[in-house]
Every structure is written in structure tokens, then in C-alpha cells.
């Protein structure tokens, strides 16, 4: 029995198919779409051209390159006003970096006792909390930065409340911080036995700040390898040996050995003259900033802890109870660690708005990247169109980052599908 295959031919191509043929209308679309918005950004960038020609202006960056001209009070690295405007721009980026992840730090951390605490029993704890969250959710940040900043300015005494034989004001914690209506004066770290730096070009790091770098990296490997010996051992004979005390030891014991050898102590502030020296004098705007962003933010976060604990299941509770958790660990080791799976997401929003909300720090004249670089520099250059677009790029480079580096995150607590 013969069968014939008849072999239906493809129609020839044509214009119109662009547009009524489904196999082509998308990429149609697509690229019209495409076209018309690389036709709007040129005239756009054409328009922006013509009209800095037009005042005699150009677009470049030359001014970065020019000495700066200003001080900044606080700063991570050495900086004086003969520096060029770049580093004028890094020394506002690391301020606002700083403050970003101080802020998110403390932000968590009080986001998530806040939603922990705002479900419990205790019918007064659970109430102030409601209380901390609606408060701060509901006035604008802006308010809390600047009432935060009065505080710290006008509840605090001047340097000179600690001079003489009967002071007015007295140092806090043993006599080590001492909080004034200008800064905050803490302790910082000396070292008895010091290396000396590495220099790299105009930067230079401590030999000590490099040994513990990699001590710290050293102990990490060696305890995934002691992680690594412990599940062969459990695999092999069923027993899995006791490793937590190595796993401590291997991060304690080079850390303690590198403080006795380079003589690091605490080196406390004292008063000489008008002003604290010895230790580090951190501006009043800073802890404001700070203090401000942390509890706003940690607000929103407790909301979104409550959620996601509420989100799991009433049965995963009564289960931990019934093999005799307590409540606490039931919440650390069965409730939170499934919350987390609805809590990340959200999280990675509030993160970013904290980072992006830090630039609300020239209110209180804390020098940042948008009171560096977006102010000072902006005024004195005049290249406003420059700046404005550096400062939107870094920001949103910043945001990049942290959104990509929460993802992994997520990815890494989120459900398996199988």
C-alpha cells in the first residue's frame, strides 16, 4: 500500500505580514517601540546639547579633577580642602554608605523584635509596640530627623559642663562616652605595637587591619573544612562528632593572639581645652541621621515581620509545642526561619528606601554624597546638569547592588520546588 505525503508550501513573505501575520506582529511592535523611545532619549540629549551651547556651557567632568575648596567635618579617610572634588565625592559616598548600613542593621533589628513583640500576649507590650509603629509610619521622616537632631542639640551640655573639679555634666558608660549639644565623643582603637601601613599611592592600610582580614578569612575556610570532616564522619558512622567548640576556637583564638601582639586597647577621650581629644568626636547629625532612618524604617520592617510570621501556619506552632519547645525557640527555630520566606522580599524595598532616604541627611548637615557632591560641589561648579546626573547614577548603582545581593539571599531561603 503506497501513502503519499503532500508537502504544503510556506507562503512567500511579504511587508504586510509585519503587521496581520501573528509570527511577526510582536517584533513589529517591539521595535517600533524601540525606535521611537532611541528617537525621543536623542532628542532629548540633542536638546540638553544645544540649549548648555546656547548659555556656553559644555558637558563635562573636568571639575571633579579641581581642588575642592571646603572641609567636611566628618570623614573615613583623610581629606583636607586642597583635595580635588572626586575625593570630596568619595568622602560623601563612604558617609552615606556608613549611615546605610548602620541604619539597616539597627533598622532589622528593631523591626523584628517590634513585630515579635507585637503579637504577644502581654496586652501593654503589645500595645506599645502598635503604639512605636503607628507613630513613626505616619510622621513624614523629615520631622523625626530634625525633632532627633533638636534633642541631641538642646538636651545635651556643651563640652566646657565637663571642665573642673565640679563639673555639671558627667561621662557616660565608665566614663568613656560623653554626649554633648555638638558631638558625641567615644573611645576609639590604639595600638601599643604598631606595623605601620601599606601604601597605595595617595591610600595606605595598617599591616594590623590586613592580619585580621585574613585571619578572619582564614577561620571561615577552616571551619567549612571542620563543617566538611564532621558530615564525612556523620556519614560514615551515623555519629556526627562535636565540632562547635573547634568552630569557636578557630575565629577566637587568632583574633585574642593578633590583639596581644599588635597591644590593641581602647584609647578614651578627655577633655582638653575647648574640645574632647584622644578619641573620636562623632557630629550630633550623624547619630540623628541615624537614630532617625533606624527607628522610621524599623517600623515598616515590624509590619512586614508580623506578617510573615502570621503568614505560617497555626499547626507549625502547635507541633513545636508539643515536642516541648518553649516559645522562644519556637519562634527562632521554627516560626521565623519559614517567615523568612515571606519577610525577604519586602525587606529588599525597605533597604532601598533607607539608603535612598539617608540623602535627607543635608536637613541636619551631615556632609553625605548629596551634601558633598549634590551641594557644596554643585554650587561651586555650577555643572549642575554633571552632578545631578553622577549622584542619580551612584544611587542607583547603590540600589543595584543591594536589590542583586538580597536576591541571592532570597534565592538561597526561598521554597525548592521539586
Not at 548648555?52 to 580642602?81: C, E, H, T, V
Amino acid at each position: 500500500m503506497a501513502t503519499t505525503t503532500e508537502m504544503t508550501e510556506q507562503p512567500s513573505f511579504r511587508l504586510s505580514m509585519l503587521i496581520y501575520d501573528r509570527r511577526y506582529r510582536s517584533m513589529t511592535i517591539q521595535v517600533a517601540v524601540f525606535i521611537l523611545v532611541m528617537a525621543g532619549a536623542w532628542w532629548l540629549i540633542d536638546n540638553t546639547i544645544q540649549n548648555l551651547a546656547n548659555l556656553g556651557k559644555d558637558f563635562n567632568f573636568d571639575f571633579l579633577w579641581k581642588r575642592a575648596g571646603y572641609d567636611i567635618g566628618f570623614q573615613l579617610i583623610p581629606y583636607n580642602s586642597d583635595d580635588t572634588h572626586f575625593r570630596a565625592m568619595i568622602v560623601g559616598l563612604l558617609n552615606t554608605l556608613l549611615v546605610a548600613i548602620l541604619g539597616c542593621i539597627a533598622a532589622t533589628a528593631i523591626g523584628v523584635a517590634a513585630g515579635v513583640l507585637r503579637l504577644s500576649n502581654n496586652w501593654l507590650i503589645a500595645r506599645l509596640m502598635t503604639v512605636y509603629v503607628e507613630m513613626f509610619r505616619n510622621i513624614p521622616l523629615l520631622l523625626w530627623i530634625l525633632v532627633i537632631y533638636a534633642v541631641f542639640t538642646e538636651a545635651t551640655p556643651a563640652p566646657n559642663a565637663f571642665r573642673g573639679e565640679n563639673p555639671t555634666a558627667h561621662m557616660w558608660f565608665f566614663d568613656s562616652v560623653a554626649f554633648t549639644n555638638r558631638y558625641t565623643a567615644i573611645p576609639t582603637l590604639a595600638m601599643t605595637n604598631d606595623p605601620g601601613n601599606l601604601v597605595l599611592g595617595k591610600e595606605s592600610i595598617s599591616y594590623a587591619t590586613i592580619a585580621f582580614i585574613v585571619a578572619l578569612v582564614a577561620a571561615f575556610y577552616i571551619r567549612r573544612a571542620i563543617s566538611g570532616w564532621a558530615t564525612t564522619v556523620q556519614d560514615a558512622t551515623g555519629d556526627r562528632p562535636t565540632t562547635w567548640w573547634m568552630q569557636i576556637l578557630v575565629f577566637v583564638v587568632p583574633i585574642v593572639a593578633l590583639i596581644w601582639y599588635f597591644g590593641l586597647h581602647l584609647q578614651y577621650p578627655v577633655l582638653k581645652g575647648f574640645n574632647f581629644a584622644g578619641g573620636l568626636n562623632v557630629p550630633n547629625s550623624f547619630f540623628a541621621l541615624w537614630l532617625a532612618l533606624s527607628l522610621y524604617t524599623g517600623a515598616f520592617i515590624a509590619e512586614i515581620v508580623r506578617a510573615g510570621i502570621l503568614a505560617v501556619s497555626r499547626g507549625q506552632t502547635e507541633a513545636a509545642f508539643a515536642l516541648g519547645l518553649r516559645p522562644g525557640r519556637t519562634m527562632s527555630l521554627v516560626i521565623l526561619p519559614q517567615a523568612l520566606r515571606v519577610i525577604i522580599p519586602p525587606l529588599i524595598s525597605q533597604y532601598l528606601n533607607l539608603t535612598k532616604n539617608s540623602s535627607l541627611a543635608i536637613a541636619v548637615g551631615y556632609l553625605d554624597l548629596r551634601g558633598t557632591l549634590g551641594g557644596v560641589t554643585l554650587n561651586q561648579t555650577g555643572r549642575e546638569l554633571e552632578c545631578v546626573t553622577l549622584m542619580m547614577l551612584i544611587y542607583l548603582l547603590l540600589s543595584l547592588i543591594i536589590s542583586a545581593g538580597m536576591n541571592l539571599y532570597n534565592n538561597r531561603v526561598k521554597l525548592k520546588e521539586r
